[in-house]
């Protein structure tokens, strides 16, 4: 089982649970900036014990999508940022499996890694340019950092 936590002042809190197998772990750079994504479980990849552990930077790094659409909580197009799922899961060696989202008010939905698609689900941290923040996050819905 893999245990993916996103959370910090600039993001929803979200957790994402994988029960998956993963290769024998290897070690990922360690963090120099604030911790904003913890994974846990059976990874082919950590940095912290069984665990990896990523700071935006880190994010940044693996990979970023962004897309245009409208909402029915904002007025015009809106442009979001992030890290795929499907990049996530990558970076980590994770190919199959389900994922257990949560949001901060502890809504879950699962997910199967195998819908953990190009151009599928985005871990958004920016929206038009701006970090999300949790207050934005409520006022978007439970899922507003996995769109």
Known sequence: MVV????????ATVAIV?????AHATNLPAPEGEVVLTVSGDLAL???????????????TIGTNEFETTTIWTDGPQTFKGTTLMTLMQALGVENGTIRATAINDYSVEIPVTDAVKNGALIAFERN??????????????????I
């Open 46 to 60: 950590t940095n912290d014990g069984d665990a990896a552990v990523f700071d935006m930077a880190m994010l940044e």
């Open 18 to 22: 994988v029960c998956a197998a993963a």
């Open 129 to 146: 340019g701006d970090k999300i923040t949790v207050r934005e996050t409520v006022r978007y819905g439970s899922f507003t950092p996995i």
């Open 4 to 11: 993916l936590n996103i959370g910090v002042k600039a993001l």
